[in-house]
């Protein structure tokens, strides 16, 4: 089952960028926590989202929160995106689908007639005690960075 709101944050592992073990719980623990899942480096859909989310990644930070994108692409290849788009947001990569499964977002999609099974767009906002407060699913590009940040500051507001 998919996490829900008021849910916790689940107890899954990542890899980070340096190709590392990145503990979801502890990488959050303390602060406002926003965890983007998106479906591949360098397509433009995800490659707009990152941008967004890198040019307000200041004002996340203000407003007392931590940013992380999620796909399945290695380090490397996060490396190789991040430096050809001058990204300042950290991404991790979920290779075992753990935490898409933990989050509902390894689904089954169809595109041009076929069916397969890929990562649904959705950001994940969590408050500083680990809840999930709330969750965007199907994400439509433009726009959501400046929304996910609202609801940030209305999180560090209340």
């Known amino acids: 089952m998919a996490i829900e709101e008021g849910d916790r944050i689940p107890a899954v592992t990542l890899t980070d960028g340096e190709d590392q073990p990145l503990v979801l719980q502890d990488h959050a623990a303390g602060e406002i926590f926003v965890l983007y899942f998106y479906p591949k480096d360098d397509t433009s859909g995800c490659t707009r989202e990152a941008q967004d989310f890198s040019a307000l990644l200041s004002e996340f930070q203000l407003a007392g929160a931590r940013v992380l994108g999620v796909s399945k692409d290695n380090a490397i290849k996060h490396q190789k995106f991040i430096a050809k788009y001058d990204l300042t947001i950290p991404l991790a990569t979920d290779a075992e689908g753990a935490a898409m499964e933990a989050f509902g977002v390894w689904v089954q999609k169809q595109m041009y007639g076929k069916t397969y099974m890929g990562i649904d767009r959705s950001t994940f906002l969590f408050d500083t005690d ?15 960075a400046v929304e996910v940040l609202e609801a940030v500051k209305e999180l560090a507001n209340s």
């Open 130 to 144: 680990g809840k999930l407060v709330r969750a965007w699913r199907k994400v439509k590009v433009p726009g959501h």
